[in-house]
């Protein structure tokens, strides 16, 4: 099953969207502008989005979670070293 996806306007192309999928490993940064995040993929995917970096990292969290909880998006648990 595919993790839930979340959409966010574009920062770099105003109007458009963007989907970002709801990883809780994904990191998200401050953008280069007042109101914008970076979002960065596990993969390596940057993704320049509008919004409170913080804002934008609680919404991926939670959608993360929520998609954990329901099964919609299974992650295998991993040892830790």
């Known amino acids: ?3 839930p996806h979340l959409q966010f ?4 192309n ?3 969207t963007v989907a970002v999928e709801a990883d809780p490993q994904a990191a998200v940064t401050p953008g280069e502008r007042p ?3 970076t979002v960065i ?7 320049r989005v509008v919004g409170d970096y913080r804002d934008v990292h609680v919404r991926i ?3 993360a979670a ?3 909880e329901s099964g919609q998006a299974p992650r295998a648990n991993t040892g830790v070293s």
Do not use: N, W
């Open 1 to 3: 099953m595919a993790a």
């Open 41 to 47: 993929t596990p993969a390596g995917r940057q993704v």
């Open 61 to 63: 969290q939670a959608a």
């Open 14 to 16: 105003p109007g458009r």
């Open 66 to 68: 929520a998609g954990h």
């Open 35 to 37: 109101g914008t995040a």
């Open 9 to 12: 306007e574009d920062a770099e």
